[in-house]
Structures are given as C-alpha cells and as structure tokens.
C-alpha cells in the first residue's frame, strides 16, 4: 500500500456477501482489507486486497488490524458484514450461544466501527455500512431470536453511530432477505423444500444473489453521499408479503 490512498475493509470477507462486497469494492478503493476469522480460503490474486486475521469480537487484534491499513492508507469505508446464525429453537437456546451471535452480530460491529471511526472523522470522510437482516424487521421462525435480536440491534447502533459521526461520516445499513451463501445453504437454517416454497411465494421469486447486496452497500460506500441512519432491505420483495 502507497499514502494517502483510498482503503475499504470488509469484515466476514472470505464467503458469501462479504466475498462478493471485496470484489465490488476492488472498483471503488485503492486497496480492500478483508477481516475474517477464516483466511485463505480465497486466491485474491490481486496486490491491493489483503487479508487479516481477526475476530470482530477482539478489540485488540482489530485495533491492530486496523492501525495496520491505516499506517499506508485512509480508511474510507467500512462494511460491518460478519455474522453467524444457526437454526435453534428458544428452548435449545443457551445462554452461551446467545452471547456467542450477538458478540458476532452486535458486539462485532460495534468494535469495528469504534476502531475506524476516529480517523474517519479527523480526515472529513467516511462511510459505515452494517449489514443486517429483514430478520431484525419481522423476526425469524428458523434463525432463533438471538439472531433476529442481533439483527435488530445493528438498526440502533446505525441510528446512533449515524447521530454521533456526522457529519463527516456516513452509517447506514443493509437488511438482505434470503441469499444464496454458506450460511443459508450450509446451515441447518433451511431444507431445500422450504427454501423453493419460500422463494416462489416472494414478489421475485427467487433467493438472492451476494452480487445483488454487494452493488447496494457499494452505492451506501460510495455514492448515497444525502443518506445516513437509513435501512435498506435487499430481499426480492419478502416485506410486502
Ligand atoms: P457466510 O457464512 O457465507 O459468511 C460469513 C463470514 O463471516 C465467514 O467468512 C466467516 O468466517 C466470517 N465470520 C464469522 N464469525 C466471524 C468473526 N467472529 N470475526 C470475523 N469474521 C467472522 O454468511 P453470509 O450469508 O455471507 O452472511 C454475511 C452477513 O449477511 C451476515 O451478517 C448475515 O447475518 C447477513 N445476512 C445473510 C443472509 C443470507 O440469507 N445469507 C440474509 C440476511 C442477512
């Protein structure tokens, strides 16, 4: 990395929608930092997208993830994608694996967006996205409610951090129904028979693809320079239902 260019970091960048949100990106910024406890897994093959190991929920090791972009290149954006989920019901629900999504979830946006924020707003520009769910909206029968309260959440921390940071930063938030990623298709989230009901009952009839939410939450980094505190959902329709 050179000074005084432009960097973006996504977090949950190895899969899915943080994948496709790195490759949008490589467009808009001089250099893509990827946070993600799985690194690796993708051959980036390109000098301006870098990897780093982290945890969201550690706020030393992304302190020092981010002092490293930072040290050769403002950082201009922010995409607060990393997240689990895993079908439970309330009454398999423990406490540990409450705390264990919304530190993800929740806890995880907050400490990336704490570490960034300073710099954003000693150089006059930034621009935050937090991805969260229509699970936050309208809850979810297979995501358990700690998913869909940790999804909820991030519509209060984009409301505050959009209160707090301006003007010269930027936060709004992405709400994605379903898309096609390991977390959907891997997870015991959905069998393949509900997953085609769902899909043709939507006005799009069809699942989402990670490109369709990355193009948004590039147009909230980049262009959208009149938005923030604002949710946009991103899911074929699935909140007229
Ligand atoms: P995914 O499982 O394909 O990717 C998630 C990534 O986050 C993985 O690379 C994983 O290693 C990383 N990650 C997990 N825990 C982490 C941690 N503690 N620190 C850093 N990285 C961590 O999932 P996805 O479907 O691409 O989901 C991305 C985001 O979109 C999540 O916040 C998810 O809740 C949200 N979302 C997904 C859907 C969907 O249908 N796929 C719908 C609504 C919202």
Same mark, same amino acid.
């Given at each position: ?12 960048? !190895? !899969? ?34 870098? /990897? ?8 030393? $090791? ?8 930072? +040290? ?10 990393? #997240?689990? +989920?895993?079908?439970?019901? &309330? ?14 979830? =929740? ?7 704490? $570490?960034?924020?300073? %710099?954003?707003?000693?150089? #006059? *520009? #930034? ?5 969260? +769910?229509?699970?936050? =909206?309208?809850? !979810? ?6 998913? @869909? +309260?940790?999804?909820? #959440? ?5 409301? %505050? &951090? ?17 898309? /096609? ?5 891997? !997870?015991?989230?959905?069998? *393949? ?8 009952? =939507?006005? &799009?009839?069809?699942? %989402?693809?990670? /490109? ?7 147009? =909230? ?15 074929? %329709? @699935?909140?007229?239902?």
């Amino acid at each position: 990395m050179t000074d005084h260019q432009r960097a973006a970091i996504v977090t949950g960048a !190895s !899969s899915g929608i943080g994948r496709a949100v790195v490759e949008r990106l490589r467009a808009d910024y001089d250099h893509v930092a990827c946070f993600d406890v799985a690194t690796g897994e993708n051959d980036w093959d390109d000098e301006r997208v870098h /990897e780093f190991a982290v945890d969201v929920r550690d706020p030393d $090791a992304v302190a020092d993830a981010v002092a490293a972009v930072e +040290s050769v290149a403002d950082v201009a954006a922010l995409v607060n994608n990393a #997240g689990i +989920s895993r079908a439970v019901s &309330l009454a398999d629900l423990d406490p540990d694996e409450w705390d264990r999504v919304l530190g993800v979830n =929740l806890k995880g946006q907050y400490v990336v967006a704490r $570490a960034v924020a300073p %710099g954003m707003v000693e150089r #006059g *520009e #930034g621009a935050i996205v937090n991805v969260s +769910s229509v699970a936050g =909206l309208r809850g !979810s029968a297979t995501g358990g409610v700690h998913y @869909s +309260s940790s999804k909820a #959440g991030v519509f209060g921390l984009t409301k %505050g &951090l959009a209160k707090q940071l301006g003007p010269e930063v930027r936060v709004n938030c992405v709400a994605p129904g379903l898309v /096609e990623t390991p977390l959907l298709t891997e !997870s015991n989230l959905w069998t *393949e028979a509900a997953l085609a009901e769902y899909a043709a009952d =939507l006005p &799009l009839e069809r699942i %989402g693809t990670p /490109e369709e939410v990355a193009d948004v939450v590039a147009f =909230l980094c980049d262009g959208a320079s009149y938005m923030t505190g604002t949710v946009l959902t991103v899911d074929g %329709g @699935s909140m007229l239902r």
